[in-house]
Nanobody
């Protein structure tokens, strides 16, 4: 069974940092594209960042460039999202997603949520002003 489990969310003051983790199982982790998405109340789901676990290429949304860093530990089947200089507008439920049915080369790095077939349950990030 393909599964993604997020952790690391919480409440933090503006300017603070959090690190989200996404633990994966049930598919070929080291040849896949893993993405982070977020959804705030009343807003559409937004792509935040993604990584190819094969060649470690990455993609970031303009809103988080320079503040967030995505990384992959293939030995642990885990992708991380380090979030620094957090802003109140970063408040959302953060979801991890995987393109588990295709190779990383075939999928590439994309923030199109419709390309991803496996999703985690989400973790809440709240940034207070």
């Amino acid at each position: 069974e393909m599964q993604l489990v997020e952790s690391g969310g919480g409440l933090v003051q503006a300017g603070g940092s959090l690190r989200l983790s996404c633990a994966a199982s049930g598919f070929t982790f080291d040849d896949s594209t893993i993405g982070w998405f977020r959804q705030a109340p009343g807003k559409e789901r937004e792509g935040v960042s993604c990584i190819s676990t094969s060649d470690r290429s990455t993609e970031y949304a303009d809103s988080v460039k320079g503040r967030f860093t995505i990384s992959s530990d293939n030995a642990k089947n885990t992708v991380y999202l380090q979030m620094n200089s957090l802003k109140p507008e970063d408040t959302a439920v953060y979801y991890c997603a995987a393109g588990s049915l295709t190779t990383a080369q075939a999928m590439g790095v994309t923030l199109n949520p419709y390309k991803y077939d496996t999703w985690g349950q989400g973790t809440q990030v709240t940034v207070s002003s």
